[in-house]
C-alpha cells in the first residue's frame, strides 16, 4: 500500500546525513518508507516541503521495550535482560543495550550502566544536525534531548561572538554554537569528557574552540577576559555557579542557566541576586515525575 506525503528530494550521497538530521528534527515520517529515483533520495517528511510524493507504508512495528536511542546504544528503563536481546535483534543500527544503574552523580556528572546486552562498551557515535560526537556514557555526561535546544541557542550567536561554556561535556553545546562564534572556551572538571572533546574537536574540525580542563570557579583566574554569552548546562548545579557566570559574562551579554525544577520560577530568587536587565524561563523537557528541565536566558544589566 502507498500513501502520499510531503518529500524531500537529495542526492544519494547525503541521503544518510539528512535522514538522521530529520530524525532528530522530529519531521521525519516514519511510518512511509523512503525511495530511490536513480540518483536521488526521497525522504517521507510531516512538514510542508517542495513537493509531493507517494511512499510505501511501512509494516506495523512489532511492539518494543521502553527505551531511549542514543547513537548505537539503546538505554532501556528497566532491567530486563530477554527484552534487551529483543530490542537488539529488531533494530540493526544498535550495537548495545544499557541499563543506568544510578542518576548523574559525582564530580564529574557521570552514571554507572549495566550492559544487558551486546558489546561490552558505553562509548557510541551520534550524528546531530550534521556534527559528529564520539560519547562514552560512563565517561562523560550526554544529553541526546537536548538537540533543538543547542539549536535554538546557537540561532541566537552573533557572528563573532565569544562564548564561554562552563560545563561543557564532550563538547556539543561549544561545537554547535562555533559555526557562528568567533571563539568558544569550552571548560569541564572531567578529564575523561576533556579528551572526548577534544576528539570531538578535531573530528567537526572546529578550530576556533578552546577546550579547557578546569573546575569552573577557576576559570576566572584562568581568563583576563568577559564573555558575550554564557552556556550553563548543570541543571543539577549550575545556580551555585551564578557568581561566576555574571563575572564572566560582560554587560548586555547573555546567560542560559539549565535547572532541574519542580516549580515554574524556582531560580528567579537566586538569578535576581545578581544584575539582571530580563531574564525569560522555558521549559525544556520532562525529566521524572513532578520535575522538568527548564532553561532561564538571563540578559545581564548594562553599565
Known sequence: MEQEQWAVRVPRSRGELVRQELLSEGVLDQGL???????VLLLPVTREAAERARFAVRDAPPDLPRHE???GIAIMLERDPEAAATLLALRPALHTVLFPESEVEGEYRTKRFAVLAGKQTTATRILEHGKRFEIDLAEAYFSARLATER????????????????????????????????????????????RLMVKNIRLNRAGNVIPLLADARRIRAVVPWTFDRVVMNHPTGAVAFLPEAFALCRPGGAIHLYVLQAAEGEALPAIHQYPVQEVTERYVRSYSPGRWHAVYDIRKAGE
Open 33 to 39: 518508507r523512503p525511495r530511490m529515483e536513480g540518483d
Open 69 to 71: 536511542l542514543v547513537g
Open 151 to 194: 539549536q535554538r541557542v546557537a540561532a541566537q550567536v552573533a557572528a563573532g561572538e565569544q562564548v564561554l561554556d562552563m560545563f561543557a561535556g564532550v563538547g556539543p553545546f561549544a561545537i554547535t554554537l562555533a559555526d557562528r562564534a568567533g571563539l568558544v572556551l569550552a571548560a569541564d572538571i572531567n578529564p575523561g569528557a576533556v
